[in-house]
């Protein structure tokens, strides 16, 4: 049994398959109906409304409906589109067991436990038929698949076959008197339009159900006897045929398969029964533990099969469906109907080669899994599942072009796979010693090779290579050198797919397929959420694969897409230009015509051959948003300009590529006021002066143009700006634009209309206006405000030149610019065009009682008789030089040798994007991911005392230049080993601040420090090499061993430093102080401090009288051979005197003679043999009770944390 899937419910009572669509209903015993897409595992709906469980669920063949009965008597039409229940038929009088569709008629057939099965019309929603005769509960019923029968199963131990030709007749001619006349007495005496006409006896127990033969005149039925049998049928006459004996308990549900001579059969044994329907006898047994099986249903098109449980269903096949082929160069090699046939694809010419002759098997599943073919040879391997896994051999006779029928004796053998791996040699895995025999064509053995890991099934890899197959990873191994030559994590894998050349491998897996080199370096992995079945090459290096679904292609950087959907599985075996060669389910080829434009333009794309790609955009049809969303994705948005209809994607698009024109002339359609703006924030962004001036206009934004006249300054436009404001009444516009022209009389006269009087008298007197000042005075009376000691003006700074565009970088034209544009010709005319005549249309304020603009300048003229006389507000009619005409500029600024230039991608992004080293990261500013690789290399949780060490990386790869006082510094990366040769773009990593050598030096002057016995000092400096290492970059594997064994020496002084510290801080514990200092000794430090360390614990243990102590301290530090005469004089003193009195006076903690280590955090010991967690980054010993504690060594890392280990060069990998 292939399970496909499988739930979790209820008990299941009924199943239908839906016949297109991968969807199967499932009635369940709770009342609630569940609408499952098996193929994708999802629950798509729920139905809830019957009362107590259904018992029968159909859904109809072409509408998008569905029926289900259940123990409230009802049957209910559903549609699945509309998610309700469309009508619910009332008759029977007890619980309903089974329902179904007429394949043709608008019929439904109904059994129940009232004894009577029914026939209902469900387009007139009544009941045509009552068919009675049983004496017990009906337990099904069913219509024939062609003819019009009825059969039905009852506990009174029968089946019956109903006749119902006369109900057909009574559908297609109603006007018949007899037949209405029949249908009025059907209620009461039952129906005549239904007879039986057989009746089938020899169950001795109730019969739970009968089925028909989809093609013969065959019934097959299951009872509670525990026997299934077979019934045949004629014109005249039905009789048992045979009877099926295996199940244990009642048998609750019995068919035949649509596709193969078999019956299956489920019962409350707990079992599903698989029977030859031919021999009559069992092939196979399907057990669960604990559920019962309660119904099977069969798929009417495809392979399927489901049954439901106590506990949920299964969706199952039989049989693997995947014809077993090999392609060799111009063929492929298949097996089918129990022969070898080549397909030859250039002439597609099929040929039968030889008979392949199976041993007799009583089971399912035998069919070749795997076929490998040698060309040179003209040999053939063929792998089953038979006897455990087995092999046979055929060599095809060179002749064998015919028909193919006299057979040949195969060479057998038993293996879990095999394959080719040379001209006449082929390797035989056996799994059970874990290796693989090479053979030669008279199946002798000539070498044996132990494989590198536990292997259960290989592919060929090339000549005298193979690919080993384990749970979760695979293997290249040389079967010559007998050594490793790729290995890669990777899912399961199913299928293995070389490219023609054999440098890339596909490696299928269910729901994933993964890209690597030769060497298994990984490349890309893709994701499905439905099976991947099949796939092959193409001559671009394209992957093409498919799913159960589609046909679909896998870029080399992973990126994927559909090509072609399909109606039933297919797999592929050859692919030649846009010709996919398949093989389905039934063993034909089949070519199928593909359209490969558009992988084929993404591969172009990312292969950079622009050229190729201008041609595919002029003469393909290319579109659709997912190729619009690719575009963009990818960094491509002018590309994806051209392919775009819709303004507002145009407008989008065009503003994404800094494409100011194309964005000019969407905007200009669009005519929207959010457009405007955005197209106004992207020129000011380009320094397109007129382009935001035009854009502001269009939007009536007073306040942001006048701002804008303001800094380029043009104080002529900023002045007619002022007088607007004055007629549209805005006195804070108004006020705004005097305050930028610096016009100090408007601004008084503004403050006076408006009724801020001593604001006014304020303004004019601080600006020496001094008669309005008096006149102002005087309207104020004694209230006039006394001015501040120290009042500067506000006057403006004028403007030198009035600023035009901004001048751009000239670049050599893309090469999408211009060949590709069809307006190109005329974009300097329109732009004239907008920049002279509709420009003048923004400043249209219709608002002030719907004046035009000549209405606002007769009012200027009344106001200001100075004022130059223009016939309205526009830019067309400005006075301005020649060389300062704004709107002329912009087009030659952006001739063809003109682009805004693109952003460049960030230094610190390379960095970042290139290394997966903490301190790159680091330096790059991205100190989130830092925190993250140190995190997952080092298990640091703590980054506190790393604060400092990452803002000094980060400046310190930095340097910073001042361009002028207004604008923002400019940060330019400092390159490690950068010279003038260097090319300016590839870029090197980060110049980082710390290096080795200085933490070496740090070394030193930590030993000097515990020397001169500053341990407080020596701790620091210790502790500053700890902090600094994880952010320590070297460059060869040597450097790489000498940080790892810094770690180790420091964290020893930080340890045994932070015990000494403590024990001199403990004046009232003597004992403890004894141990810390017998612990102290036990640190691996520099052989000076070793004999400090001793001569310290040694007369620590002697003034309190630990006299045995003592001596072995003595002992230890006259085996270093002291250079020191004192200490070696002590040391043999202490000797002398504990010599006439081996004694401890007080018992330590401290067995010197049991191997040890110490605990970081409690500073107690943890001898052999006793559980201990270390620290991942500085590897200090800790007792279990610290697990998941801040490790107290390094202050860094969670001890026993998770860690892949220290990682500060790039050669490591």
Request: one cysteine or more.
């Amino acid at each position: 049994m292939l399970t496909k899937f499988e739930t979790k419910s209820n008990r299941v009572k009924g199943l239908s398959f839906h016949s297109k669509r991968p969807w199967i209903l499932a009635s369940l015993h709770s009342g609630v109906i569940q609408l499952w897409d098996y193929r994708m595992g999802t629950l798509i709906d729920r139905f809830d409304e019957h009362d107590g469980p259904v018992r029968g669920v159909h859904f109809h063949k072409t509408q998008p409906l569905f029926v289900s009965g259940g123990d409230d008597y009802k049957i209910k039409v559903w549609n699945y589109k509309l998610h309700r229940c469309l009508f619910t038929l009332l008759g029977h009088l007890d619980y309903i067991r089974t329902v179904q569709f007429h394949h043709e008629y608008p019929w439904i057939v109904s059994a129940s436990d009232d004894q009577t099965i029914r026939i209902w019309n469900w387009q007139s929603r009544t009941c045509i038929s009552v068919l009675t005769g049983h004496n017990h509960y009906v337990m099904c019923a069913s219509f024939h698949h062609k003819e019009d029968l009825v059969v039905s199963a009852s506990l009174d131990q029968t089946v019956r076959v109903w006749d119902i030709g006369a109900l057909r007749k009574k559908t297609v001619s109603p006007a018949d008197d007899i037949l209405r006349l029949s249908q009025m007495n059907t209620d009461f005496f039952g129906g005549v339009d239904a007879v039986v006409k057989y009746v089938l006896e020899g169950h001795d127990r109730g019969v739970n159900w009968a089925s028909f033969h989809p093609t013969l005149p065959l019934i097959v039925s299951g009872a509670d006897d525990r026997q299934v049998k077979i019934w045949r049928m004629n014109d005249t006459k039905a009789w048992e045929v045979d009877t099926l004996r295996g199940h244990m308990n009642n048998v609750s549900c019995v068919l035949f398969h649509s596709r193969q001579d078999i019956i299956v059969s489920n019962s409350e044994d707990k079992s599903i029964r698989v029977w030859d329907a031919t021999k009559r006898t069992g092939l196979q047994t399907f057990r669960r533990e604990h559920d019962r099986f309660w119904i099977l249903s069969a798929h009417p098109e495809m392979n399927l099969l489901a049954a439901g449980h106590d506990s949920g269903m299964i969706v199952f096949k039989l049989e693997r469906e995947r014809p077993a082929f090999s392609v060799s160069g111009d063929s492929v090699f298949y097996f089918k109907d129990r022969f070898l046939r080549s397909f030859e694809y250039s002439s597609q010419k099929d040929t039968q080669l030889i008979p392949i002759r199976r041993p007799g098997s009583n089971s399912l599943n035998q069919g070749p899994r795997t076929l490998s073919y040698s060309p040179t040879e003209n040999a053939v391997l063929i792998c089953s599942d038979v006897d455990g896994g087995s092999y046979e051999l055929y060599v095809v006779p060179k002749d064998s072009s015919g028909r193919g029928d006299t057979g040949q004796e195969a060479k057998r053998g038993v293996g879990g796979s095999a394959v080719f791996v040379a001209r006449n040699r082929f390797a035989v895995l056996e799994k059970s010693s874990n290796q693989v025999l090479v053979k030669n064509l008279k199946n002798e053995i000539v070498k044996k090779s132990v494989l590198p890991i536990a292997t259960d099934a290989i592919f060929y890899a090339g000549t005298g290579n193979l690919l080993c197959r384990a749970e979760d990873r695979v293997v290249i191994f040389d079967l010559q050198q007998r050594n490793v030559l790729g290995d890669l994590q990777t899912p399961f894998v199913r299928y293995v797919v070389w490219s023609p050349e054999m440098d890339t491998v596909a490696l299928l897996s269910k729901h994933s397929i993964v890209i690597a080199d030769k060497k298994l370096e990984h490349r890309c992995t893709l994701h499905e959420t439905i099976r991947v079945k099949s796939g092959s090459w193409d001559d671009n290096g394209v992957f093409i694969y498919t799913t159960l679904t589609h046909i679909k292609y896998c870029l080399p950087n992973g990126d994927s897409g559909i090509i072609k959907t399909l109606d039933v599985p297919v797999y592929i075996t050859k692919i030649y230009g846009n010709t996919v060669f398949c093989l389905d389910r039934e063993g034909k080829n089949r070519p199928i015509i593909i359209d490969s434009t558009e992988y084929i333009f993404k591969l172009s794309l990312l292969g950079k051959r622009y050229d190729q790609v201008m041609s595919m955009i002029k003469n393909s049809e290319l579109c659709g948003q997912a190729m619009i969303a690719y575009l963009q994705q990818k960094g491509f948005p002018q590309v994806a300009l051209y392919f775009v209809k819709d303004e507002r994607t145009r407008f989008n698009l065009a503003l994404e590529s800094g494409n100011i024109e194309k964005a000019l002339e969407s905007a200009k359609k669009i005519d929207e006021k959010d457009h405007w703006y955005r197209l106004g924030v992207e020129a000011l962004r380009q320094g397109n002066a007129g382009i935001v001036e035009y854009a502001y206009q269009k939007t009536k934004n007073f306040g942001r143009l006048s701002f804008h006249y303001l800094i380029t300054g043009n104080l002529e436009k900023l002045s007619k700006m002022m007088r607007i404001a004055e007629v549209k009444n805005d006195v804070m516009g108004q006020f705004h634009d005097a305050l930028y022209l610096g016009d100090v009389q408007e601004r008084v006269k503004i403050l006076k209309n408006a009724g801020h009087l001593p604001l006014a008298y304020v303004t004019a007197k601080v600006h020496g206006l001094n008669d309005i000042a008096e006149d102002i005075a005087g309207e104020l009376g004694d209230n006039v405000p006394s001015l501040p000691g120290k009042a500067e003006l506000l006057t403006p700074p004028s403007p030198v030149l009035c600023a035009g565009d901004w001048p751009l970088l000239m670049v050599s034209k893309g090469i999408f610019e211009g060949g590709l544009d069809d307006t190109v010709k005329n974009v300097h005319e329109e732009y004239e065009e907008a920049a002279d005549a509709d420009w003048g249309e923004g400043l249209d304020i219709g608002e002030v009682d719907n004046m035009q603009n000549g209405d606002i300048n007769a009012l200027l003229e009344d106001d200001e008789k100075e004022e130059n006389e223009e016939g309205g507000w526009g830019l067309e009619d400005l006075d301005l030089p020649a060389d300062a005409d704004t709107p002329r500029t912009a087009p030659h600024a952006r001739s063809s040798v003109f682009v805004a230039p693109t952003p460049g991608i960030p230094v610190g992004q390379i960095w970042a994007q290139r290394s997966s080293l903490a301190a790159e990261h680091a330096a790059a500013g991205d100190f989130d991911t830092a925190m993250r690789l140190l995190s997952r290399q080092l298990g640091i949780r703590n980054f506190s005392p790393l604060k400092s060490l990452f803002i000094d990386i980060h400046m310190g790869s930095h340097t910073y230049l001042r361009a002028f006082s207004s604008a923002p510094v400019i940060p330019v990366a400092v390159e490690r080993g950068w010279n003038e040769s260097a090319s300016p773009n590839v870029r090197s990593p980060p110049a980082l601040v710390f290096n080795f050598s200085q933490l070496d030096e740090k070394l030193k002057a930590g030993y000097k420090s515990t020397t001169a016995g500053k341990f407080s000092e020596a701790l620091k400096l210790f502790q500053s090499i700890l902090h600094t290492i994880p952010l320590i970059v070297v460059e060869t594997r040597r450097e790489v061993d000498e940080v790892k064994e810094l770690i180790v020496i420091v964290k020893e002084y930080v340890l045994g430093l932070k015990m000494e510290l403590q024990r001199r801080e403990l004046k009232d514990d003597p004992v403890r102080q004894q141990e810390l200092a017998a612990y102290f000794t036990h640190c691996n430090l520099q052989l000076p401090h070793t004999r400090l360390a001793l001569l310290n614990a040694m007369t620590v243990c002697y003034k309190a009288q630990n006299l045995s102590t003592a001596a072995n301290f003595a002992n230890r530090l006259l085996e270093t051979n002291p250079s020191n005469e004192n200490q070696a004089r002590t040391a043999r003193q202490v000797l002398q005197a504990a010599g006439r009195n081996m004694k401890d006076a007080t018992q330590l903690n401290y067995d010197f003679r049991n191997p040890f280590v110490l605990c970081g955090a409690t500073y107690v010991p943890i001898y052999r043999g006793q559980r201990d967690i270390t620290c991942p980054y500085c590897s200090t010993h800790f007792g279990p009770s610290q697990e998941g504690q801040l490790c107290t060594v390094c202050d860094l890392a969670v001890v026993g944390s998770d860690a892949s280990g220290l990682r500060c060069s790039p050669t490591q990998r």
